[in-house]
């Protein structure tokens, strides 16, 4: 299998991810429209995976990048391809199939537990995991359900948390593939997000006391995604 990633900024990269890839003997590519590297041939690679990113969907002119992306994840969805989406890149799928992207009632910053829906429970993606797990988030804005799609997840501050259209293109708003050098990475470079006085919002060290333990069962659930998905 041939996996491309799709790179927002220099600090929210595959993590675990590419660990995967690695240990299954996959090849790999990476686009990185924060350097100005060009999309691929949609039919170059067998998956996409679209990485996180601080900036929204709708900052067209600071980032005049976003429409060809945009074109381009429509093009591979509609190519047949399985799509993988986080947090921004979950966001940008649920545009292109329609849905309205906006931002949320709440920030989402920290470890936070989501609980699965009964399809999420069903599709199998997630199995060996409890109902309800913490997983890492960092974002300001959701997204509405796209028609057609499936809802996974869901947490108290997020309604639509992860959804699953036509079984192969998945946007998760929340981050399994994270490591420890990403949270750190993330934290150092996105510090002014983190204020007080938010219910949604941990501080540093909040998110370093609950991140004990956690790395592994985050990491097992991306581990299941990536193997059960076609």
Not at 85 to 106: F, K, M, S, T
Request: hydrophobic share 40%.
């Amino acid at each position: 299998m041939h996996v491309h990633i799709i790179q927002h900024v220099e600090f929210e990269g595959p993590a675990h991810i590419g660990r995967w890839i690695d240990s299954h003997g996959h090849s790999r590519s990476e686009t990185h429209l924060y350097r100005g590297d060009e999309l691929p041939a949609a039919m170059a690679f067998d998956r996409l995976v679209i990485m996180g990113g601080p900036m929204n969907i709708h900052e067209h002119e600071r980032y005049p990048w976003l429409a060809a992306e945009k074109a381009f994840i429509e093009q591979v969805i509609g190519a047949g391809k399985t799509v993988i989406g986080i947090c921004l890149g979950a966001q940008l799928i649920a545009d292109v199939l329609g849905a309205r992207v906006y931002a949320g009632p709440e920030k989402e910053i920290g470890w936070f537990p989501v609980t699965l829906t009964g399809e999420g429970r069903q599709s199998g993606l997630f199995n060996g995991l409890p109902d309800r797990f913490p997983v890492f988030h960092w974002h300001g804005d959701t997204f509405d359900l796209p028609a057609g799609t499936v809802r996974l997840a869901e947490s108290a501050a997020c309604a639509n948390q992860a959804f699953l259209h036509d079984g192969r293109v998945l946007g998760l708003q929340f981050h399994l593939e994270s490591t420890p050098e990403s949270v750190d990475k993330i934290t150092e470079q996105c510090a002014d997000e983190v204020v007080s006085g938010h219910p949604f919002i941990q501080s540093v060290e909040e998110m370093r006391d609950a991140a004990a333990g956690t790395f592994q069962t985050i990491n097992r659930a991306m581990e299941s995604i990536l193997d059960r998905l076609p």
